[in-house]
């Protein structure tokens, strides 16, 4: 079974050249292996400037990295024939966060969603297009009397985010890669949609990385959680015990912040950076650590490496130094397989290899 | 001139658990009413809204898009440009109706008694001037004499009290990250200690850590002065951590105010139950719930209750009767024929 898509120790880094002051290092050493079978869910949260971004372009082949690869079965997205090209582009499907760039602004909403039925072949009469558009787009929350035959700058950013994941819908690729797909969709209507998403993986297998700023939600739909904090995994594994229970201090500090809707969790109060870290320089040791409330010594001289804290989950953080190692290639090793029995709480030697069978 | 000026030191007490209550109106807003006359026919944003705003308190008013939040607003400051218009409608601020209020007049109030943060705060600032002489700037439009020592200490004290260093007074906009920006426009908005901040959406571009950072200074900031401070938005997560008191706007309306701990333990309006049970929560995982259908288009709302079309609970007089906004427990409104029926029976 060939691995769907894999980064495989990826670098990006933005500007730079002969000034190296410039260098903007947006996502260092990143791995990550989507198989085919099973499906799942995969999350990738950060706030601005963590690099998720970087990495779905990455991933969708719109920018190449800087030093590793981004492998489509295997072969790099550098050396794809034309062909492969295409079967990429139609196995690996993108939401944006604002899609209107994506859209011809001179075409109609119609022209978006037909092009993909008819150039991939998924429908064999204007009937049924027809008809699994309007399934599509109700799925959604639009109407389509409402939506059809307008052009893109008649829609707000919501709905025409919404007319992306109708096309994903309809299209049924492989995997889908959705950076901020409902960021600017109603709560009320961001379940429902999100909700189709899972769906889509649930019954017809499509797999789905999900690129968000928003834990709450990530926690909600995904198998296994990557915290990224300035283009490096903070922390990553099984989505029940990193939110439940956060490791990594900046892990901590996100959950903190989450505006609870319950006032009597009210918002705790940021932990000031220790003495130590308060002299960290973020370019040498670890990222986080001038913000750090625990920052040590050893923080200001190397980037933590993963550490394997509990079978399914990985902490970049010295506070665990005594957990085993995990090379970051081997991310994924510390994932949950959904659809295999899954661990009720993963703590560290309680669950062994068996139960990740992939 | 003293009473608008910036007293360090001069911190009030932590004030009790519920702040707003006995505590006098500072700003009653009644059947507001604001159209937008497009070529399609006038949407009636904001449909007959009332509310009122103690001293000192936090008010949310939470809505979905095109609720009508954000025309609330832009009403309060006579900010509604054409096609808009405001229709109907009285807002008293102190017992003055603002909303008849001449331009010039208009003028003067904004930012000495009632100032606006809006979602796009940041980009409001003028990228090519520095801090301090946007903050003069200011001054000197609400006819303050500003002589230059004085107004150096005053700025310090203000950067310093919303968590800003003396150098940014120096600076411009663009070497300020978002989060630093939004702290400048709150400075400039509490420079002249208004009775009312309107925050519409304060935060929305900002990321979580920062944004617990700005609201908790938000907080602390009308705490000191003793200001009342709208809060509007979307994030009912937000209104839970922010507010005492929460209304919740659907298609134009006003259909529940209560306590913030009263609305999210027992929210007494379909639709605000519905949007209660459709946030995701990290305590249960697995639960996503919308609503079902969507807002009513408001160029053609429908007859009787605006919501009915969605509600689960929908009764023959909710197609035609519009339910009122009326006190039905104590200290909780609510626009809904259910609770009617209740008072019948009991």
């Not at chain 2, 003293?2 to 519920?18: F, I, K, N, V, Y």
């Not at chain 2, 925050?199 to 907080?219: C, F, K």
């Amino acid at each position: 079974m060939t691995t769907l898509l894999e980064a495989r120790k990826v670098t990006k880094v933005y500007g730079g050249g002969l000034f190296r002051r410039d260098r903007t290092v947006a996502l260092e050493d990143f791995s990550l292996r989507i198989e085919p079978e099973p499906p799942s869910i995969t999350a990738i949260v950060g706030e601005s400037g963590s690099g998720k971004t970087t990495l779905a372009r990455l991933l969708l082949g719109m920018t190449m990295p800087t030093a590793g690869a981004i492998l489509y079965q295997g072969k790099d997205l550098r050396t794809l024939s034309r062909r492969e090209w295409r079967a990429f582009r139609r196995d690996v499907q993108a939401i944006f966060q604002d899609p209107y760039e994506v859209y011809n602004p001179f075409y109609r909403i119609d022209h978006v969603l037909h092009t993909p039925l008819k150039k991939f072949g998924l429908v064999k009469s204007e009937r049924e297009a027809q008809q699994r558009i309007v399934e599509a787009l109700q799925a959604v929350g639009l109407r389509p009397e409402e939506t059809l035959g307008r052009y893109p700058h008649q829609l707000s950013g919501g709905q025409r985010q919404r007319v992306m994941v109708a096309r994903a819908l309809l299209v049924r690729p492989r995997l889908i890669i959705a950076d901020e797909p409902v960021s600017m969709v109603d709560a009320s209507l961001r379940a429902t949609i999100l909700d189709s998403l899972r769906a889509l993986t649930r019954d017809f297998g499509v797999s789905l990385i999900y690129i968000t700023h928003d834990l709450i939600t990530a926690y909600q739909i995904s198998d296994n959680i990557i915290v990224l904090y300035r283009g490096s995994v903070a922390e990553a594994g099984h989505a029940e015990p990193v939110v439940q229970e956060p490791q990594h201090p900046y892990t901590r500090l996100l959950i903190g912040s989450i505006p609870l809707p319950d006032p009597d969790r009210a918002w705790s109060e940021e932990q000031e950076p220790s003495e130590i870290g308060r002299l960290a320089d973020a370019s040498t040791g670890c990222t986080f650590a001038n913000r750090c409330p625990y920052a040590m010594e050893m923080c200001l001289e190397r980037h933590p490496p993963l550490y394997q804290t509990e079978r399914y989950r990985v902490t970049a953080c010295y506070l665990y130094r005594e957990s085993p190692l995990l090379a970051s290639e081997h991310l994924d090793e510390a994932f949950v397989r959904p659809g295999v029995a899954g661990p009720a709480v993963a703590t560290s030697g309680a669950a062994d290899d068996s139960t990740a069978g992939a | 001139m003293s009473d608008t000026s910036l007293r360090m030191g001069q911190t009030r007490p932590e004030p009790a658990a519920r702040p707003w209550e006995g505590a006098e109106i500072v700003l009653g807003v009644r059947d507001l009413r604001v159209s937008y006359y497009t070529p399609r026919g006038p949407v009636r944003a904001v449909n007959g809204v009332s509310f009122t705003l103690r001293r000192g308190e936090a008010f949310g008013l939470v809505g979905e898009s095109g609720s009508g939040k954000s025309t609330i607003a832009l009403s309060l400051l006579q900010l509604i440009k054409p096609p808009g218009r405001i229709e109907g409608g009285q807002a008293l601020l102190d017992g003055k109706d603002i909303l008849s209020l001449s331009e010039e007049e208009m003028r003067r109030l904004r930012l000495a008694e009632i100032a606006l943060i809006t979602q796009g705060a940041m980009n409001s600032l003028n990228p090519v001037m520095r801090i301090r002489d946007q903050i003069i700037d200011a001054w000197r439009d609400h006819g303050e004499p500003v002589n230059c020592r004085e107004a150096e200490d005053r700025i310090r004290d203000l950067l310093r009290w919303v968590g800003l260093r003396p150098e940014v007074a120096r600076m411009y906009p663009h070497e300020l990250s978002g989060g630093m920006k939004q702290r400048a426009v709150i400075a400039i908005a509490i420079s002249m200690r208004p009775k009312v901040i309107i925050a519409d959406e304060p935060t929305s571009a900002l990321d979580v850590v920062v944004q617990r950072q700005i609201m908790q200074t938000l907080r602390r900031i009308q705490r000191e002065l003793g200001a009342a401070v709208i809060l509007i938005g979307h994030d009912m997560g937000l209104m839970a951590q922010f507010v005492d008191r929460l209304g919740v706007m659907y298609a134009g309306k006003v259909v529940e105010v209560s306590p913030v701990r009263d609305i999210f333990k027992d929210p007494l309006h379909p639709y605000t139950q519905l949007l209660i049970a459709s946030l995701p929560s990290l305590a249960r995982k697995g639960q996503l719930q919308g609503i079902p259908g969507l807002p009513p288009s408001l160029l053609s709302p429908p007859p009787g209750c605006p919501f009915h079309p969605r509600c689960p609970f929908v009764m023959d007089r909710c197609r035609v009767a519009v339910p009122l906004l009326e006190l039905k427990r104590p200290n909780r409104l609510v626009a809904c024929h259910l609770y009617e029926r209740d008072e019948e029976q009991a």
